[in-house]
């Protein structure tokens, strides 16, 4: 059927005004049409698109009542990470990080964008071409879930954006979240129908964007603020964050109206403390404030550290508190090994969880707090997640009331309890074969940069512990095709392909070897320095604190945890039935003669077409290289791959040596023969 030009005009002057109208109801919350004419826009566009079914479009706004569901949700690699923030709750935790940051930068005074900490879901959102491509959730911060057809029925989030002037292409970063009136209008829906109810709003809203059937999620209260960015040309960046958001808000991309730009340390507690005081009549849940240094160039400047950004922190509001009993006390082994006393309490109701347990942190937390079993206790969502018992009420502690003593031994598997320096913790000594550590020490021996062991996951990780085919990580050498195959969503092909990974993970280095270990404190660096400095297992064994002390960037406590891993006669029996198993590696070379690029600063951009970049880093380090993630006057050489991005104009413009792949393999065949 041939569409009328007329008919074309007007649906999209239909879709116009009603994205028009969603930005000014569900963003500016300034609506300027009844809901009664706004219903009947929409019904008008409903019949025109059910009449001319070829003109429904994805960015429509019909479509946000959710497409077919699907039966999965696929993972989403993040190509910036989705880092965590820095906690504070004190004032003085305030005044300690700006000291922190007027150190590093040199700067009398500093402007921070504040805004509210909501209790929700984080999100990231891509545009293309101004129109909504991809949404995903935070996940482990590096890659997360494909949620791209439920965050579409969100409606304060633009499928295609207002004004004009964005990228072709960024990201847009921020929390989904389920407003609290939404949230009781939901649960009282669920009474009256007698489903499920939700504890509190963040359970509803996680729930909610996460269900497989996007129609579900439409029909939930849901809402969205963005609080930054992920992927954004370099060069079309405004000068601060306050700015950035602005510009997001004028694209239709919703934001906190709670939002402010505040100066100093002082600043930003006043505006905790109003936040504060207006938290209860807030629409929305928030456990906390956030503060972000405002300049983008001192983001910069200020840099990362593994987990969170040096610039920014979130001031958390006093925890909900409750009262309840303790009724036992139970001893659980973490999977780093650490013994922790958790309390096990009348269940009791704490902003809106149901709370039947506590940690009591450790022994000697529990002993300072005086908590027995019997005692009745105030307890407290540490930051509004982690329960945590506050103190004993005296008062009320019973006469049979019992008090229990740190373990000798674990009791998982029985191994001697040893205390880490200082005494505060104590921990299992049996980290290569503690049931509660295994599945913990096998994931982390068969990682991408430990061992390697391609194809060996999280869940045939679980299968193999469950059926009893391996009890240590030596084990592993001795499976063989028949075993695997008779696994769950394992057949013949995929059992082989682990048999190969597992004798190709044979060979190796010391360096990977010692860091798969999991040798507590001793991460890829030490594991390298140490490897470079004994350049023999053998003598690493032998070595005592005093002589590690000696290494540069091994210090006290690293070399009692090095010593007292090499101690214990079942890790050294691990290690045994390894290398009989054939596990090998070269003995490294002299690090005097082979460390030919010893202070120098590299930077990758673009795809290299030779090896991976994680090659390309090990083969620089190797060397005596270091690898970092962003341009400056310090760098001395810019690897280009193809394609290169902002980092191979930003190195141009500042002078930086760039090589291209045959220059750098060049370099490193040169480097590596000298």
């Known amino acids: ?103 590093r930068l040199g700067v009398g005074t500093i402007d921070y964008s504040t805004e509210p900490k909501l209790d929700g879901l984080a999100v990231t959102i891509v545009y293309e071409e101004g129109h909504l491509v991809r949404a995903a959730t935070r996940g482990d911060g590096y890659t997360g879930e494909d949620v791209t057809a439920n965050v579409r029925t969100i409606r304060s989030i633009p499928l295609r954006l207002q004004g004009s002037g964005w990228p072709d292409r960024f990201e847009a970063r921020g929390e989904v979240f389920m407003p609290i009136e939404g949230f009781r209008q939901l649960n009282e829906w669920a009474e009256r129908h007698g489903e499920k109810t939700f504890a509190n709003p963040r359970n509803a809203a996680a729930g909610s964007l996460r269900q497989l059937d996007p129609k579900v999620t439409a029909r939930r209260p849901l809402d969205f603020f963005c609080y930054g960015f992920g ?139 005086d908590v027995r079993i019997g005692d009745t206790v105030v307890i407290r969502r540490a930051g509004d997640v982690i329960p945590e018992v506050v103190q004993v009420i005296v008062e009320k502690r019973p006469d049979d009331a019992r008090a229990i003593e740190p373990p000798k031994r674990c009791p998982v598997c029985a191994s001697e309890v040893v205390a880490d320096p200082g005494g505060t913790l104590i921990r299992c000594s049996g980290g290569l074969f503690c049931p509660a550590q295994l599945k913990a020490s096998i994931k982390h021996f068969a990682s991408r940069r430990a061992m390697d062991i391609d194809g060996l996951g999280e869940k045939l990780i679980d299968q193999l512990l469950e059926k009893g085919l ?154 005596g290289g270091k690898v970092t993630g962003s341009v400056s006057r310090k760098t001395d050489f810019v690897v280009a791959g193809k394609d290169p991005g902002s980092k191979f104009d930003k190195a141009r413009k500042l002078g930086v040596n760039i090589l291209d792949e045959e220059q750098f393999l060049d370099l490193l065949q040169q480097n590596s023969s000298s």
């Open 470 to 623: 391996i009890k240590d990580i030596a084990d592993l050498y001795n499976l063989d095709a028949d075993q695997l195959a008779s696994l769950e969503r394992m057949g013949p092909k995929s059992a082989q392909n682990l048999i190969e990974a597992l004798e190709k993970s044979k060979h190796t280095t010391l360096a990977r070897f010692l860091y798969a270990l999991g040798i507590r404190e001793v991460g890829e660096v030490t594991a390298q320095i140490l490897a470079d400095h004994f350049r023999s297992l053998d003598k690493l064994k032998a070595a005592g604190e005093e002589e590690l002390e000696q290494i540069p960037s091994i210090g006290p406590i690293v070399a009692k945890h090095i010593v007292a891993f090499f101690r214990q006669p079942h890790n050294l029996e691990v290690i045994r039935r390894l290398l009989e198993a054939g596990i090998h590696w070269e003995t490294p070379e002299d690090t005097s003669k082979a460390r030919p690029l010893e202070g120098k600063t590299f930077v990758f951009t673009g795809t290299l077409s030779s090896m991976s970049r994680d090659e390309a880093k090990e083969k620089l380090e190797s060397l």
């Open 231 to 369: 992927i954004f040309p370099e060069e079309r960046l405004p000068p601060t964050h306050h700015e950035m958001l602005d510009q997001f808000l004028s694209w239709g991309i919703p934001v906190a109206p709670e939002r402010s730009l505040v100066q100093g340390a002082d600043g930003c507690l006043s505006y905790y403390r109003d936040m504060l005081n207006r938290r209860e009549d807030l629409p929305y849940e928030t456990d906390g404030v956030v503060y972000k240094v405002d300049r983008f160039d001192w983001q910069h400047q200020l840099g990362y550290t593994a987990r969170a950004p040096r610039w920014a922190i979130a001031h958390k509001f006093p925890a909900h508190e409750a009262t309840t009993v303790v009724e036992d006390i139970e001893v659980q082994v973490g999977r780093t090994g650490i013994l922790t006393p958790v309390a096990k309490l009348r269940p009791v109701q704490v902003g809106g969880v149901t709370v039947s347990s506590a940690s009591l942190h450790n022994f000697e937390e529990m002993k300072r707090k």
């Open 1 to 103: 059927m041939t569409v009328p030009g007329k008919v074309k005009r007007r649906v999209e002057e239909l879709r116009r005004e009603i994205e028009y109208h969603n930005y000014r109801y569900y963003v500016l919350d300034q609506p300027v049409i009844s809901d009664a004419e706004y219903d009947s826009l929409m019904a008008e566009l409903q019949r025109l698109e059910q009449r001319y079914p070829e003109l429904v479009t994805p960015e429509s706004p019909t479509q946000r009542i959710g497409a077919p569901p699907s039966e999965a949700f696929a993972p989403v690699r993040h190509d910036v990470p989705m880092l965590s923030l820095d906690n504070a709750f004190t004032e003085q935790d305030i005044h300690d990080f700006e000291r922190r940051i007027k150190e």
